[in-house]
């Protein structure tokens, strides 16, 4: 039940959170960009193209162009969870997005959250 609710999220609305996070540490909403991007495979057009559509969490990562092979190596802690233990195929892509945007806040180098 509570994951239906974040399911349904309009990404529109989580996405400026995100950026704050990141511009609080003195991250850009470039970069931002360019991890979301790497994650799922929009590129900067799609990525806006779906902002604007105000797709939910879930039709956001459905419509994704490709999950990024190398998201497998995204692990830590994030909300209490494990994130490589996240059964929920949804639930982890949601929270491999937080985790690597927690990374940028944290200051982590772009190649070390973009895992290349």
Do not use: H
Not at 17 to 38: F, G, H, M, P, Y
Not at 48 to 59: E, H, R
Not at 71 to 78: P, S
Request: proline share 3%.
């Amino acid at each position: 039940m509570i994951n239906d609710r974040v399911y349904k999220m309009a990404f529109s609305r989580v996405y400026p959170l995100l950026v704050q996070k990141a511009e609080r540490k003195n991250r850009s909403k470039t970069e931002v960009d360019a991890v979301i991007c790497w994650l799922t495979g929009y590129d900067d057009a799609g990525l806006q193209a779906q902002l604007i559509k105000n797709v939910d969490y879930q039709t956001f990562f459905q419509e994704a162009p490709r999950i990024n092979s190398n998201a497998t190596k995204i692990t830590g802690m994030i909300c209490g969870y494990r994130v490589e233990e996240i059964e929920e195929p949804l639930m982890q892509k949601i929270r491999w997005l937080d985790k690597l945007v927690d990374e940028l806040a944290k200051g982590k180098p772009m190649e070390k959250i973009l895992r290349t």
